[in-house]
């Protein structure tokens, strides 16, 4: 007897007529969908959009919100949590500061095999993104107007030993690789960066999706690779304001005053020459429309009286450049 996969087989082999009229009715009805009706089907689904989102707001005003802020050291305002619960693993102290945003999908564990308890500091006007981990060794700091995007991985502690018989053993790291991190004020990770323990990120700089930060970083660069070595300085606005407004003073200093007398000794003599040549241009300029009818006319004569002999035409020839002249 044949068994469903041996059906199937025959149907895709389509050795057989039935079986080629079997799989062309399988395929139809598999892309098959009932006709779009536009406004009944867009309507459809912007009732259901609302009806999604009311559900979710109302799930995340009464329920997930007030139960993570039971677990925080003290309330934190204007706290936005979006698309679930975060996972909280091992015992850790929490504080997070007003306007925070932060993905359901994030995990934040606290290591348990050490002394003290872990602690995670989150500033203002922070935001987490969707998977984003969170391994709070000793400490996590993250400063104000912070950005994680999606995936981050901020790893303060591995879980585990470097020696092979420790790991088997089920043991614990070991106190050497576990260090803090701090992110300072205005830091960007781009998705899917990873930022090893015992690391410090300056204030505004820019990490680049898919980098691993194993040194500190300085403020306002942007760095990525693995591992993640500065690519440039970040020049921004307010930056290059403030360096002129430094730099003024010392433009009048009486070391650049000389300068400036010299560039303008320099120019005076230079425009002369200019308007000397220009008044030259314009009287070449009116001479040249009466010295065009001359040749205009000699050129004329000479049209008109065909030469005779080759003598006159010599003549006429040679007293053609004196004409001219």
């Known amino acids: ?17 039935a079986a080629r009229f079997l799989y062309d009715a399988a395929k139809y009805l598999k892309g098959f969908s009932f006709p779009v009706i536009p406004w009944f089907h867009d309507g459809l689904y912007k009732l259901s959009r609302i009806i999604k989102n009311l559900f979710f707001d109302i799930i995340r005003v009464l329920w997930t919100t007030p139960l993570f802020q039971s677990q925080l050291a003290r309330p934190a305002p204007k706290l936005y949590i979006y698309g679930g619960m975060p996972l909280v693993l091992g015992h850790l102290v929490m504080d997070f500061g007003e306007d925070v945003r932060l993905s359901g999908q994030t995990t934040i564990s606290g290591r348990s095999s050490g002394d003290e308890t872990p602690r995670l500091v989150v500033g203002s006007n922070v935001d987490i993104g969707w998977q984003t981990t969170l391994a709070v060794g000793h400490a996590i700091k993250i400063g104000d107007n912070v950005r994680l995007a999606g995936r981050n991985f901020l790893a303060g502690y591995p879980g585990h030993p470097l020696d092979p018989e420790a790991r088997a ?82 433009s009048e200093a009486t070391e650049d005053k000389p300068a400036l007398t010299k560039k ?25 429309p009466s010295a065009r009818p001359a040749t205009k006319r000699t050129t004329a004569t000479t049209r008109k009286a065909a030469p005779k002999t080759v003598a006159d035409d010599t003549q006429k020839t040679n007293g053609a450049p004196h004409d001219q002249a």
């Not at 007897?1 to 007529?17: C, F």
């Not at 323990?197 to 942007?222: E, F, M, N, Q, Y």
């Open 264 to 288: 303008v000794a320099r120019k005076a003599p230079v425009r002369k020459p200019r308007a000397a040549s220009a008044a030259a241009a314009k009287t070449t300029t009116t001479k040249q």
């Open 1 to 17: 007897m044949k068994t469903i996969a041996d059906i199937k087989k025959w149907i895709k082999a389509k050795e057989h007529p």
């Open 169 to 250: 053993a089920g043991l614990p790291e070991t106190e050497d690789q576990v260090g803090d991190i701090v992110l300072e004020d205005g830091v960007w990770l781009g998705t899917g960066a990873m930022v090893m323990a015992g690391v410090t990120i300056g204030a505004g700089t820019v990490v680049a999706a898919g980098s691993i930060v194993t040194k500190d970083l300085p403020p306002r660069v942007l760095a990525g690779g693995c591992p993640a070595r500065v690519i440039k300085q970040i020049d921004t606005p307010s930056a290059t304001a403030n360096e002129q407004t430094v730099e003024e003073p010392q």
